[in-house]
Nanobody, 123 residues
Framework: QVQLVESGGGVVQTGGSLRLSCAASGRIFSSGSMGWFRQAPGKEREFVAAIRWNDGYTVYTDSVKGRFTISRDNTKNTLYLQMNSLKPEDTAVYYC????????????????WGQGTQVTVSS
């Protein structure tokens, strides 16, 4: 089993920055990937970014390219999301997720999820 615990959320003004962390314990899928998703009130969960665990290959949704950076620390089994130039539309609960193999952008293809951390960007 895999346990994922997110942290780092909070309230920030427009243009500010936050760094989210996701600590993974249990079985780590070295051939798999980890991703960040977000869900705003009344909206579906959407893909933000993903990283392949073994080589660091990354994928981003267009709306965060150039502002967000996903990274991982293999020695700490921790995933990060550095979020800069935050906008009110980035307000959501952010979740990390992991899968055994490959890198995908569809939430339903990730079997393991954290509990989420709230990010609120005030205008």
């Amino acid at each position: 089993q895999v346990q994922l615990v997110e942290s780092g959320g909070g309230v920030v003004q427009t243009g500010g920055s936050l760094r989210l962390s996701c600590a993974a314990s249990g079985r780590i899928f070295s051939s798999g990937s980890m991703g960040w998703f977000r869900q705003a009130p009344g909206k579906e969960r959407e893909f933000v970014a993903a990283i392949r665990w073994n080589d660091g290959y990354t994928v981003y949704t267009d709306s965060v390219k150039g502002r967000f950076t996903i990274s991982r620390d293999n020695t700490k089994n921790t995933l990060y999301l550095q979020m800069n130039s935050l906008k009110p539309e980035d307000t959501a609960v952010y979740y990390c997720a992991t899968r055994r193999s490959g890198i995908v952008v569809v939430a339903s293809m990730y079997p393991y999820w954290g509990q989420g951390t709230q990010v609120t960007v005030s205008s």
